[in-house]
């Protein structure tokens, strides 16, 4: 059955939250908690770098509460946590995107950029 591109979309968003939920699952952090942490070690502003997300503030919260974060700076803690994550996210990242090459990776982005351009512009 061929699928229009909302029904795809929200599908492979609901399937990505679950598969990076069990992913997290050990390390006890939400998918929104790992990406503000990565944000802040990216040297980010996790509120710029997630302003698409809901439970942005929640997570940044939480990881200050939890002594990882200090601001857009992670603490020892927050460094040694990411870093024994980091391999489980990249795991999942290479399981998504199994079978996809690189060129249509990217032409994927490309267009699902044109489109969000498209209907902002609308």
């Known amino acids: 059955m061929n699928r229009r591109v909302g029904y795809l979309l929200k599908h492979v968003h609901t399937l990505l939250e ?25 040297g980010d502003d996790p509120y710029e770098a997630l302003d698409a997300f809901d439970g942005t503030g929640d997570a940044v919260r939480e990881l200050t ?8 700076t992670l603490t020892e803690e927050g460094k ?20 996809v090459s690189t ?7 490309t267009v699902l950029n044109q489109m969000a351009a498209n209907l902002e512009a609308a």
Not at 65 to 72: E, K, L, S
């Open 18 to 42: 679950e598969t990076m939920g069990r992913a997290l699952h050990d390390h006890k952090l939400s998918r929104r908690e790992w990406q503000a942490l990565n944000a802040v070690s990216e």
């Open 65 to 72: 509460v939890r002594g990882w974060i200090n601001g857009t």
């Open 80 to 99: 040694a946590v990411h870093a024994a994550v980091i391999g489980r996210v990249e795991d999942y990242r290479r399981l998504a995107t199994q079978g």
């Open 103 to 109: 060129e249509d990776f990217q032409t994927t982005l």
